[in-house]
């Protein structure tokens, strides 16, 4: 079975403070994803990479940035952390072969800024 | 840009009954997957619906893909409080990125 695995399931902050979220997948898959997920909102994925060092920006990268150093591992910083990226936030791991993209999420960071 | 539109966003229904959530989508794709999500924990892939006229079935729930109406639909059968979750559907943005872009999902509740 596919593991995707984030590092912690809550958090807490303060505003201003940098905060690393961290993802590891088990599965050797190529494309990993960051999404945020909010009420009434769904998923909005923030930033996708598709290969070690590789990157893409998702629908809504503003205040966030990411590291992938290593295949199985994909890291979502905040600079500077503020209130309104208090979420729940979802990582995700996919290597499709051809036609099947299914994405395998891990349990979730429930991030609290205050 | 791709909109994804599910209905309805919430749905309590009695044990026993049916009913269908709807998922439309704005541009053409032929590659539509329906998620669940039960309270606290994370997204559980249930269907991969890959070609128009798909039907993929498991115990109570089916969906369907129709790409020329740009519609899948989840159709429950005589429901269970088991199926009490958060459904989403997701359509795949076509292209090498393998984005894909989520409704904002249907909260079910199935009441005894």
């Known amino acids: 079975d596919v593991k995707v695995t984030q590092s912690s399931r809550y958090l807490v902050k303060r505003t201003g403070e940098k905060v690393f979220l961290e993802c590891v997948q088990d599965?050797?898959?190529?494309?990993m994803f960051w999404y945020r997920q909010d009420p009434g909102l769904g998923l909005r994925l923030i930033y996708f990479?598709?290969?070690?060092?590789?990157?893409e920006k998702g629908d809504i990268p503003e205040g966030y940035s990411v590291s992938r150093e290593k295949k199985e591992r994909f890291s979502l910083i905040l600079e500077s952390a503020s209130t309104n990226q208090t979420s729940m936030y979802l990582c995700?791991?996919?290597?499709?072969?051809?036609?099947?993209?299914?994405?395998?999420f891990g349990a979730g960071t429930r991030l609290s800024v205050l | 840009e791709l909109k994804v539109e599910q209905n309805p966003l919430f749905l309590s229904m009695q044990e026993g009954k049916n009913y269908t959530i709807y998922c439309n989508y704005s541009?053409?794709?032929?590659?539509l997957y329906w998620y669940r999500q039960d309270p606290g924990k994370s997204l559980e892939s249930l269907f991969v619906?890959?070609?128009?006229?798909a039907v993929k079935q498991e115990g109570r729930l089916m969906a369907s893909l129709d790409t020329k109406a740009r519609l899948s639909t989840l159709h429950i059968t005589a429901a269970v409080h088991d199926l009490s979750a958060t459904y989403f559907c997701?359509?795949?943005?076509?292209?090498?990125?393998?984005?894909?872009?989520f409704g904002k999902g249907t909260l079910l509740t199935v009441n005894p």
């Open positions: 995700a791991s996919s290597a499709p072969p051809k036609g099947i993209n299914i994405q395998y």
């Open positions: 541009t053409t794709s032929d590659r």
């Open positions: 997701a359509v795949d943005r076509g292209g090498s990125n393998y984005k894909l872009t």
């Open positions: 990479s598709y290969d070690v060092k590789m990157k």
């Open positions: 599965m050797d898959h190529e494309n």
């Open positions: 619906l890959l070609s128009n006229g």
